[in-house]
């Protein structure tokens, strides 16, 4: 089984991802925590991603793509969960039609839905705890929450009109709440 985790930025991806993992035995394909990793290593990668990222913006798309295929091939016959991957339409038909040209599929897209104004007050509190740039600068995540209803909605229209199960749920729930919804789902 494979499942796409969408969400705006703040949305509560990663800690419902980690659910996931460690409750249905998924890997995880986190493009965001690769990039992360890339720059914490000073690679030519990871110094190129971070022009994009600390302002908030998507990183190319041949960059992603690349992390995303040699993720995949070497990861062949898991069951994936990708989380921040795609992130607008040109991903989007690149994941399918890979998955495809290797008998493979996505099963199923989750999707965390939470509006701006919360995802801004969460931004608030996490700017006070947290130690990651790009969600510590109010006007980053304005940028980011602007992409992700810019690019990265039309990524999940278009994997849902492939036919491809899709399901919304409200991120504004508790996270216990949450994951009890998505283990519903995924059981089916
Ligand atoms: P995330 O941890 O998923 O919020 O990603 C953090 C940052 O990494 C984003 O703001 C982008 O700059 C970059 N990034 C992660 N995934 C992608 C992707 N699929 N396409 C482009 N940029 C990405």
Request: charged share 30%; net charge positive.
């Amino acid at each position: 089984m494979n499942v796409i985790i969408f969400g705006p930025p703040l949305a509560g991806k990663g800690t419902q991802s980690k659910n996931i993992i460690e409750n249905f035995g998924l890997t995880h394909l986190s493009t965001g925590d690769v990039l992360r990793a890339e720059k914490d290593k000073n690679s030519e990668l990871g110094k190129k991603a971070e022009q994009y990222s600390k302002n908030g913006l998507l990183v190319p798309d041949d960059l992603v793509m690349k992390i995303v295929e040699n993720f995949y091939k070497l990861n062949i016959g898991k069951g994936l969960l990708f989380d921040g991957y795609p992130r607008n339409i040109k991903q989007a038909k690149h994941l399918l039609e890979f998955l495809n040209t290797d008998n493979n599929k996505i099963d199923l897209v989750i999707y965390l839905k939470v509006p701006k104004n919360i995802l801004l007050e969460r931004a608030k509190k996490r700017a006070l705890e947290e130690n990651r740039k790009d969600d510590a600068d109010a006007d980053t995540v304005i940028t980011r929450i602007n992409e992700f209803s810019k690019l990265t909605i039309s990524a999940i229209e278009y994997i849902k009109d492939t036919g491809v199960k899709t399901v919304e749920i409200d991120g504004t729930q508790t996270r216990e709440d949450i994951f009890n919804e998505i283990i519903q789902i995924l059981k089916k």
